[in-house]
Nanobody, 111 residues
Framework: QVQLVESGGGLVQPGGSLRLSCAASGFNFNGYIMSWYRQAPGKERELVALIGPTYITNYADSVKGRFTISRDKSKNTVYLQMNSLKPEDTAVYYC?????WGQGTLVIVSS
């Protein structure tokens, strides 16, 4: 049974940082592209970043230079380091592997 469990969300001030984690189980983590999506209130879900099995990464233009995706194959975990956070980064962040999604973790950027 595939499980993706996100953690690390919370309230942070503009300019601050957070690191999200997604613990994966139930599938061959090392062979999958892992990605982070986000959905802001009233908006569609959008891709934030992805990382392939060989660590190739890709980012949405809106987060390039501020967010970093990484994966630890020994822990079956994918991370999203978010720096220089802006109010427009406020959203529920989801981890995805193929057609499987986590439950999401809420990030609020506000003073």
């Amino acid at each position: 049974q595939v499980q993706l469990v996100e953690s690390g969300g919370g309230l942070v001030q503009p300019g601050g940082s957070l690191r999200l984690s997604c613990a994966a189980s139930g599938f061959n983590f090392n062979g999958y592209i892992m990605s982070w999506y986000r959905q802001a209130p009233g908006k569609e879900r959008e891709l934030v970043a992805l990382i392939g099995p060989t660590y190739i990464t890709n980012y949405a233009d809106s987060v390039k230079g501020r967010f970093t995706i990484s994966r630890d194959k020994s822990k079956n975990t994918v991370y999203l380091q978010m720096n220089s956070l802006k109010p427009e980064d406020t959203a529920v962040y989801y981890c995805r592997a193929s057609n499987n999604w986590g439950q999401g973790t809420l990030v609020i950027v506000s003073s």
